[in-house]
């Protein structure tokens, strides 16, 4: 007489579709968390073409003048008189430069204005933000 098994024996298998969401999950994951580091304090302006290095700096200061010849620093609006009070005690403590982010369209002489508030404030470095070409 033949005896059979109970159960057949059954080969595991790995399930690939398990494995990609968790995968697609901590991608997703780590491109959000590196986006939030990244800390961007200025307005969004149309920045000319150029080459400049990057800069090694944590929190700078932002100087943004947009096109309809408006100013701010680190968001927050400023005028010609106030710019260098607000650079002052932005700039107390640390070094003393700042990042003008100066749209294409906005006036040079606006741009030239704010930057000479800046100097009084005790700015003594200017690093001019530009867009890589690319």
Not at 39 to 50: A, E, F, H, I, M
Not at 105 to 115: I, K, R, S
């Amino acid at each position: 007489m033949k005896l059979r098994r109970a159960r057949a024996v059954r080969r595991g298998r790995v399930e690939i579709v398990p494995m990609i969401d968790v995968m697609l999950f901590l991608l997703v994951t780590f491109i959000l968390a590196s986006l939030s580091l990244q800390s961007l304090n200025s307005l969004p302006v149309n920045l000319p073409q150029g080459r400049a290095a990057n800069m090694e700096r944590a929190t700078p200061v932002t100087l943004t003048v947009t096109g309809d010849s408006r100013l701010f620093v680190d968001k927050t609006p400023a005028t010609l008189k106030t710019l260098a009070p607000m650079l002052k005690g932005l700039l107390r403590g640390r070094e003393p430069s700042i990042i003008v982010a100066a749209d294409r369209a906005a006036p040079e002489g606006t741009v030239v204005e704010a930057m000479l508030q800046a100097r009084q404030a005790g700015v003594r470095h200017f690093l001019i933000a530009v867009q890589h070409d690319g």
